[in-house]
């Protein structure tokens, strides 16, 4: 379940605000106690908010691909990797492997990109000079319990 965001929720409480002024002009007469007016515009403006955010377009899906990238200088860090490869198109996440004992980097990592932008990236930058070294580049091999290809929403993005 999603949970509203900080304007839906401003929105809701003047929507409850103005619906309690309204209920209580309109059901003036039936002397009806404060809490349950307000209560009874809360509800008004749920449903208005409701109706308002089922029109709007959900956050698109986007089917990504990770690929390994292998021959990195040692130097290279992941926000240097992520530029070059955010030339091809839309990175999700960058991760450069690091040896457990010595903390030193193992010259290849893993980029996550846009399905779309993957195979693009392949083919620019497999066999192509970075930093005084020819990247290796291609689709990663997926583990036995992971799914081919798995889905990430656009706001979902690692650092």
């Known amino acids: ?3 509203p965001d900080q304007k839906s929720l401003i929105s809701s409480v003047i929507l409850a605000v103005i619906g309690f002024v309204i209920v209580n002009f309109a059901l003036s007469s039936l002397q009806l106690s404060h ?3 307000f209560g009874a515009g809360l509800l008004i403006g749920g449903v208005v908010i ?9 956050e698109a899906e986007v089917k990504t691909k990770t690929l390994y ?13 992520r530029a070059l490869f955010e030339e091809q198109g839309k990175v999700f996440n960058v991760r450069l492997l690091k040896d457990k004992n010595t903390g030193k980097r193992r010259g290849f990592g893993f980029v996550e990109m846009a399905e779309l932008d993957a195979d693009n ?10 930093q005084q070294r020819t990247l290796k580049v291609r689709e990663a091999k997926q583990k036995q319990d992971d799914e081919s290809n798995s889905f990430r929403s656009e706001s979902d993005q690692s650092a």
């Open 69 to 81: 990238v292998g021959n990195l200088p040692y130097r290279a860090n992941e926000g240097v990797v």
């Open 35 to 37: 809490a349950l007016l």
């Open 50 to 58: 409701a109706a308002m955010s089922s029109g709007d377009v959900e």
């Open 121 to 130: 990236a392949i083919a620019k930058l497999n066999d192509s000079e970075f």
């Open 1 to 3: 379940m999603k949970l």
